[in-house]
């Protein structure tokens, strides 16, 4: 079963198998939003280097980016980002759980892998894969 440490003992083969460990590690809804705003304050950034040639802010959007994120990892959530061990589908589900906030969908998303918008660290994960 996903959830808590035991997802990380053995290896992630998927994006599919990824999505509801990566919920599991934001289940706070303040370390979400800490994520919602740093996604999208990196990738502005980012867009803005690209378009004016300022290649020196790319750096920037990394720590724009990730910074928030990782204050919600540390000091909300008690773990280590999930960017760490696997940073491609990390990206990949900081844009998915974005895209689910911005149609006011992802508490739903939670509640449905874990039962609540809010789980406890200890809570099951309920869809079975």
């Given at each position: ?32 939003a800490l994520h919602y705003f ?43 980002p999930a960017s760490f061990k ?44």
């Amino acid at each position: 079963m996903l959830g808590g440490c035991t997802a990380m003992s053995r290896r992630i083969e998927s994006f599919e198998e990824f999505w509801p460990f990566y919920i599991g590690e934001h289940r706070v809804p303040i370390c979400r939003a800490l994520h919602y705003f740093g996604t999208s304050l990196g990738t502005l950034t980012a867009i803005y280097a690209a378009t004016l040639g300022g290649w020196w802010m790319i750096p920037i959007a990394l720590v724009f980016g990730y910074g928030p994120a990782w204050v919600g990892h540390f000091f909300i959530e008690g773990n280590k980002p999930a960017s760490f061990k696997y940073p491609l589908w990390s990206l990949r589900a900081d844009y998915r759980m974005l895209s689910f906030a911005l149609r006011g969908k992802m508490a739903a998303e939670v509640t449905r892998l874990y039962g609540s918008p809010a789980p406890r660290r200890d809570a099951p994960l309920l869809v079975q894969r």
